[in-house]
């Protein structure tokens, strides 16, 4: 059964910093595509970044480049998104999400099959 479990997130002042972790088990982590997806109350869940199984390639979300880094350690089944320079509008639940096998461009929700319960990050002006 595939499990991701989300953590770090938490309040923080604008202009600060926080590193969400997700733990996979499962699954063989090295396999997959993995990405993270926020959402605010009310509104569709958001793309925020993606990474390849291998970890050469990456997608992030206009709204975070420059700011949001996305990593991954296969050899501890973890997904990693380092979030700096934090604004107000980055408030939201974040989600960590396993990509589906095959080509996909991984920015849609349908291209991913396994969700994260969802940890709560809020910035403060």
């Known amino acids: 059964q595939v499990r991701l479990v989300e953590s770090g997130g938490g309040l923080v002042q604008a202009g600060g910093s926080l590193r969400l972790s997700c733990a996979a088990s499962?699954?063989?982590?090295?396999?997959?595509?993995m990405g993270w997806f926020r959402q605010v109350p009310g509104r569709e869940r958001d793309f925020v970044a993606s990474?390849?199984?291998?970890?050469?390639?990456?997608r992030l979300a206009d709204s975070v480049k420059g700011r949001f880094t996305i990593s991954r350690d296969n050899a501890k089944n973890a997904l990693y998104l380092q979030m700096n320079d934090l604004k107000p509008e980055d408030t939201a639940v974040y989600y960590c999400?396993?990509?589906?096998?095959?080509?996909?461009?991984?920015?849609?929700?349908?291209?991913?099959?396994?969700w994260g319960q969802g940890t709560q990050v809020t910035v403060s002006s």
């Open positions: 999400a396993k990509g589906r096998a095959g080509w996909h461009s991984f920015l849609n929700l349908n291209d991913y099959d396994y």
């Open positions: 499962g699954l063989t982590f090295s396999y997959y595509t």
């Open positions: 990474l390849t199984s291998g970890g050469r390639s990456t």
